[in-house]
């Protein structure tokens, strides 16, 4: 008969109508899946008993049937003997172009021409990482389903929280294509509370470091009475144990005399390398013996002092994103409650040595490191497939760079700034800039710089159907909205007529690495030369529009109300202020504007004067009082 | 007559229970849905309500509702294995007739 759980008071489902979630880790290194049975949240392990699932996937050559691959441990072995077609870290190439690919892969990755999604060579055809990712969460979704006993009803898979729209639409594509039904992304960090939060229950402000295989994120959260608020996050997207593990293998080639070695020992160095990592964290010393081939041994002995000396570069840029993140979170180190460690990588002595000594506290390591993020996300599903009598448990997630638009002059106008916790919807104000101007380019931009050209081109739209009013007369309303997934849309609408536009920002896949981090640190490094460029591409913009003014007036009435002196006076005028809006000076221009304007009014006036004479001429006293009753 | 556990479903309910750190008992009943007649509740129990009845074997402490003692009176709680999945089973004497899953069942 049935096997039947233990379910929340009043919370039992009719037969066959159980809800069954479960959360998934999708790891750069390895990826686990979990379910929330009887209340207990648990990893999902094979039939061997392993927890882990290595993301490493072997395409198998083509036959009449198709392709077949093998996922996991399997292909982690096959990777040494056929590494082109044996995918790891198909994470790192999610919603990437092939630009920022390339300089560090051994695979052959080929795009199409009407393609934006670069695609890896391998005997079973060309995939991409999105497809590849689909094959791990494939094998994940079997096993989850053997071990509840039925198809699953949702999932929630974790996201690096620096993971950027296109990434994390990668994401989610995978899942379609594996057949699951995704209920929310979450960030890894935020599932790593949810899993310590709830346990332990300590209110206060935590910090939670996560290292693992492929990505570094630090997140400042605060829990108050059983609700979590993400303060900041940070971090590294190319930064991991695989780091820990090529300082090893950079080690073993400068000692073995290695140059060029073929792919297949690239493999078994990596192979050795991580196994000496681990082996590390309990012993003091190790042995490593590596197959040059042609029966050429290379073997040498590897001490915990050395390793430490080796990673410690690599750790200490852990520390620079969590000064930061403390600065935004606004805390001081003394303020933190405790520091969760995530990650396979928190293993590592010397991680929790350096962790510990920065925040002066004693990290946690209760949970599993590998285990806590899945552990968190699968009682997100619980929750969120239904399981659960009341919404026990609120999560607020941030937008991990600001959000905007292109105004006149290539400047960025924020909508939606940084560290805004999602879901969110803002909305901003814009007007004309020309006189009769009837549609509007939407350019929607993602960075903490001022001007255009150093922000991210996330998507543009237009506008169209203005009706044609005096510039400044629109009133166009934008909303940007982000959704708990962290995806973003963006409406337009002119609110006189209520002409409408939209985009579903759906970025494409052509991200520069690390540009996230790129584009944080340029913006606190340059952040007086943006004021500057700003200031001036402000007066230059109003500059411009005052020029151009000024023409028209003089096109349409100069000729009537001013000699030709007059006019050239202010055609003089006109022309020199042109001429100082293309130097650099933001306040010669703000002058020279004011002089026109000095120049310019008595015009303004005879304008003015014109143009009520015009309007009551023909009219007699008693129409414009009758006029007015 | 009354309800009764097996050690493995002792061990466990006593587990889940720590686990969710609240409530001390389990309410078992039933359900009159379900594709053959009436379907099982398994539930944790934070009240036990005025007219509940309340057993205790093993360390457990199983309250039933006394509707639903009628149809599951005799009731030994089991806990397997079945491949990789593994839960709870009643082993029902009243039961007549199951449906193929035997998550509902006649009586």
């Known amino acids: ?629 | 007559m009354a309800i009764t556990l097996t050690d493995a479903a002792a061990k466990h309910v006593v587990q889940f229970i720590e686990n969710r750190g609240k409530g001390e008992a389990l309410r078992l009943g039933v359900k009159t849905n379900g594709c053959s007649g009436m379907a099982y509740v398994l539930e944790f129990a934070d009240k036990v309500e005025d007219e509940d009845i309340v057993f205790e074997d093993k360390g457990v402490k199983v309250i039933v509702d006394p509707k639903s003692l009628v149809y599951i009176d005799g009731t030994e709680l089991d806990y397997g294995r079945e491949g990789l999945n593994e839960g709870f089973k009643f082993n029902n004497p009243n039961v007549k007739d199951s449906c193929g899953c035997g998550e509902s069942f006649n009586v």
């Open chain 1, 1 to 629: 008969m049935a096997l039947l759980q233990i379910s929340e008071p009043g919370q039992s489902t009719a037969p066959h109508q159980h809800k069954l979630a479960a959360g998934i880790d999708l790891g750069t290194t390895n990826s686990l899946v979990a379910s929330v049975r009887s209340g207990m949240a648990e990893t999902i392990a094979d039939k061997q008993g392993r927890d882990l699932l290595p993301s490493v996937v072997q395409f198998l050559a083509k036959d009449e049937n198709g392709y077949q691959t093998i996922v996991g441990y399997e292909a982690q072995q096959n990777a040494v003997n056929d590494p082109t077609n044996t995918i790891v870290s198909a994470k790192r190439y999610m919603g990437r172009g092939l630009d920022d690919i390339k300089e560090h892969s051994v695979y052959d990755f080929v795009q199409d021409e009407d393609s934006m999604v670069p695609r890896i060579r391998t005997a079973a055809g060309d995939v991409s990482a999105v497809e590849v990712s689909a094959e791990i969460l494939t094998a994940l979704k079997q096993r989850a389903s053997d071990y509840l006993g039925g198809d699953l009803t949702g999932v929630v898979i974790t996201v690096p929280a620096y993971f950027d729209d296109a990434q994390r639409q990668a994401t989610k594509d995978a899942a379609k294509l594996a057949g699951l039904n995704v209920l929310r992304l979450i960030n890894e960090p935020t599932a790593a509370a949810v899993a310590y939060g709830l346990d332990s229950g300590n209110e206060g402000i935590h910090v939670i470091y996560d290292l693992g295989g492929g990505t570094f994120d630090i997140s400042i959260l605060k829990l108050t009475r059983g609700v979590f608020e993400v303060l900041s996050t940070a971090g590294d997207s190319s930064l991991g144990g695989d780091d820990l593990d090529q300082a090893v293998v950079n080690w073993i080639m400068s000692e073995a005399g290695i140059t060029d070695p073929s792919a297949t020992l690239q493999r078994q160095l990596h192979d050795k390398a991580r196994a000496a990592k681990e082996s590390l964290s309990e012993q003091e010393r190790v042995q490593l013996a590596i197959d040059l081939g042609d029966a050429n041994n290379w073997s040498s002995e590897l001490t915990l002092e050395q390793f430490e000396k080796l990673i410690q570069p690599i750790i200490r840029k852990t520390i620079v994103p969590c000064r930061r993140a403390l600065r935004d979170a606004g805390i001081d180190a003394d303020e933190i409650e405790d520091v969760v460690m995530v990650g396979g990588s928190t293993r590592v002595p010397m991680v929790r040595r350096m962790v510990g000594e920065f925040f002066e506290t004693e990290p946690l390591v209760d949970i599993d490191p590998d285990k806590v993020v899945a552990i968190g996300a699968a009682r997100q599903a619980d929750l969120l497939v239904g399981n659960k009598s009341d919404d026990e448990m609120l999560l607020l997630d941030v937008t991990p760079l600001s959000l905007g638009l292109e105004t006149m002059g290539g400047l960025v106008e924020k909508v939606i700034h940084r560290n805004t916790t999602i879901p969110v919807a803002r909305a901003q104000d814009f007007t004309t800039f020309k006189d009769g101007q009837t549609a509007m380019a939407i350019h929607v931009l993602q960075g903490e710089r001022e001007l255009v050209s150093d922000c991210r081109s996330l998507a543009r739209f237009e506008l169209r159907g203005i009706p044609p009013m005096v510039a400044g007369a629109a009133r166009i309303r934008v909303t940007f909205q982000i959704d708990a997934d962290g995806l973003l849309s963006v409406s337009a609408r002119e609110e006189t007529s209520g002409v409408e536009s939209s985009i579903q920002v759906k970025p494409s896949y052509g991200l520069s690495d690390t540009e996230i981090e790129t584009m944080l640190t340029d913006s606190f490094s340059h952040a007086k030369d943006d004021i500057e460029a700003r200031k001036l591409r402000e007066e230059q913009v109003e500059a411009d529009r005052v020029a151009q003014a000024i023409q028209a007036a003089l096109n349409e009435d100069g000729d009537k109300l001013l000699s030709a002196e007059e006019q050239q006076v202010i055609r003089q005028s006109i022309g020199e202020l042109i001429e100082i809006a293309k130097t650099d000076n933001p306040r010669a221009i703000k002058q020279k504007i004011e002089d026109v304007d000095k120049v310019t009014a008595e015009f303004a006036q005879r304008r003015m004067d014109a143009s009520i004479n015009k309007a009551l001429a023909g009219h007699s006293v008693d129409d414009i009082t009758e006029g007015s009753k």
